[in-house]
C-alpha cells in the first residue's frame, strides 16, 4: 500500500500524559499536513511542511504541541500533557510538488480519546 | 462567521436520484476548489477539484464553480448507495497552502 500511513489508529490516553502521533506520507511527496477533526466538523488545518520546514502552523497549536518532520520523510505530531479538549480524530495529508497542491491524500487518521 | 459555509444536511434521496451539495464562501483569496468523500471512521478521499469558474466533470460527478457569487457545487447524478457518505468541500488560498474545509454533508442513499 502506498498511500498515506498513519500510527497508531487508535490512541486511548489519561489525562495529563504525553501523546506521539506518526505520518508517513507517500514517497516524494514533499508537502506534509496535519489537520484536526472533531464529529460532525470538517478536518481543521493544525500545520504544514514542505520537506523538512515548517512553513505555517495555526492558532489552534498551542505550546502543548508540537510537530517534526525529520529528514522532510515521515512526520510526527506530539501533544504533552492532553485534555479532554484534545479527544479528535488527527488526519495527515501529503501532497506533491505543484501549484494550489491540489491534490492532497489523506491517511486514516489517528483517533484519540484523553479520558 | 466562518470563511466556509456548507450546507449542513442530513440528506436522504432514493437511489438513481440528483443530488446537489452546496457550499459558499467569503474569502476572495480563495482560487482552488475540491470536494472531498468521507465514509465513517476513514480520512478524507479527494473526489474533484477545480480552478476556474464553470462546470467540470468526472463520470457521475459534477463540480460547479461560481467565483462572483462565491457559490460551489458538486452534483451527483444516478446516486447509489455506495454514495452515502460525509462530503466535504474544501478551498485553497495558494498562498496559504492549507485548505479550509466546510463541515460536510451526509448522505444516505436508499435502495
Known amino acids: 500500500d502506498t498511500g498515506v500511513s498513519q500510527n497508531p489508529r487508535h490512541k486511548i490516553t489519561k489525562r495529563g500524559q504525553n501523546v506521539t502521533f506518526r505520518c508517513d506520507p507517500i514517497?516524494?511527496?514533499?508537502?506534509l499536513y496535519w489537520y484536526r477533526q472533531t464529529l460532525g466538523q470538517g478536518p481543521e488545518f493544525l500545520t504544514y511542511?514542505?520537506?523538512?520546514?515548517?512553513?505555517?502552523k495555526s492558532r489552534l497549536l498551542s505550546d502543548r504541541f508540537s510537530a517534526e518532520r525529520p529528514k522532510g520523510s515521515f512526520s510526527t505530531l506530539e501533544i504533552q500533557r492532553t485534555e479532554q479538549g484534545d479527544s479528535a480524530m488527527y488526519l495527515c495529508a501529503s501532497s506533491p510538488r505543484g501549484e494550489g497542491n491540489t491534490e492532497a491524500f489523506f491517511g486514516q487518521g489517528t483517533r484519540l480519546t484523553v479520558v | 462567521q466562518k470563511e466556509v459555509e456548507q450546507d449542513p444536511g442530513p440528506l436522504s434521496v432514493p437511489e438513481g436520484a440528483i443530488v446537489s451539495l452546496n457550499c459558499t464562501y467569503s474569502?476572495?483569496?480563495?482560487?482552488?476548489f475540491m470536494w472531498y468523500r468521507q465514509y465513517s471512521r476513514k480520512g478524507p478521499e479527494l473526489l474533484m477539484y477545480t480552478y476556474s469558474s464553470g462546470n467540470k466533470e468526472d463520470g457521475r460527478f459534477t463540480a460547479q464553480v461560481d467565483k462572483s457569487s462565491k457559490y460551489i457545487s458538486l452534483f451527483i447524478r444516478d446516486s447509489q448507495p455506495s454514495d452515502s457518505a460525509t462530503y466535504l468541500c474544501?478551498?485553497?488560498?495558494?498562498?496559504?497552502?492549507?485548505?479550509?474545509f466546510g463541515d460536510g454533508t451526509t448522505l444516505t442513499v436508499k435502495p
Open positions: 474569502n476572495s483569496a480563495f482560487q482552488y
Open positions: 511542511f514542505q520537506n523538512e520546514a515548517q512553513l505555517e
Open positions: 474544501a478551498m485553497i488560498n495558494t498562498n496559504a497552502g492549507k485548505s479550509t
Open positions: 514517497s516524494e511527496h514533499n508537502r
